[in-house]
């Protein structure tokens, strides 16, 4: 009897000790809170600089992707506003007064790991200790078609502009691929693949005070992989909206 019950005894502590240490293990595989930059910026216009501090928590131990990132503004009188961001690599903050108050801005981006380049992207500016989102630039009615004799066309329908590309420099796969017949003729209507905006990068806008935005997006041909070129627009806030300054595409 005694035996038995120092089995008991003995397995009631194994158990105990196997669970503690579980949840420890546990415990130290969660990736702590990382501060991945701290800025000193005024960005309520009060002519100091207030500390804002961009934080994240990693994936996993030592990864690189932040699967939630936020940033948290110290102000002088030491209140805190959280303004949370999309999850992602290499996060970071540009300051830049893009709606012409005269305040400084917030843009945050991070990249979202995928093969386009695509970034995810938030703009806020501060009012009364308070974080106002500002909306980005629109995404631009955009067309694109392969035509005959190894040609394609992308149509901008807010600018009514048409783009020109001559594809002859593909003539060889895109036959093989059976997107042409040897003569250059279609084997059947074929749109291009026009990407969502993958990026926006601040710019000085010629004619224009401070600074504007200018959009990125990706065209491709047959596959994703196929690129013909990159549309970009550059957009400038005014009277309380973007408005499209000008395209241009430059071909790959």
Request: aromatic residues 12%; charged residues 25%.
């Amino acid at each position: 009897m005694k035996k038995e019950y120092l089995l008991a005894i003995t397995a009631f502590f194994m158990l105990s000790f196997t669970t503690v240490a579980i949840t420890y293990a546990g415990e130290e595989a969660t990736p702590a809170i990382s501060i991945i930059k701290t800025y000193k910026e005024d960005i309520n216009g009060d002519g100091k600089k207030e500390k804002i501090v961009l934080k994240g928590t990693p994936n996993q131990q030592g990864g690189k992707y932040y699967k939630k990132i936020w940033s948290e503004i110290v102000f002088q009188n030491k209140s805190i506003v959280k303004i949370k961001y999309s999850p992602g690599l290499e996060p970071k903050i540009e300051f830049t007064d893009l709606n012409h108050d005269g305040i400084k801005d917030m843009l945050a981006s991070s990249s979202t790991g995928g093969s386009g380049g695509i970034y995810n992207y938030h703009l806020n500016t501060i009012k009364d200790q308070k974080a106002v989102a500002i909306p980005l630039p629109p995404q631009l009615n955009l067309q694109g078609q392969f035509e005959n004799n190894f040609k394609a066309t992308i149509n901008v329908t807010e600018t009514k502009e048409r783009f020109h590309l001559n594809v002859i420099n593909r003539k060889k796969e895109y036959i093989q691929t059976g997107l042409y017949q040897e003569n250059g003729k279609l084997n059947e209507p074929t749109e291009l693949m026009i990407d969502p905006v993958a990026m926006y990068k601040i710019t000085k806008v010629r004619g224009k005070k401070g600074y504007g935005l200018r959009s990125y997006r990706q065209v491709s041909g047959a596959y994703h992989a196929d690129s013909l070129g990159v549309l970009t627009a550059t957009w400038y806030f005014e009277n309380g909206k973007w408005n499209l300054i000008k395209t241009k595409w430059a071909k790959r």
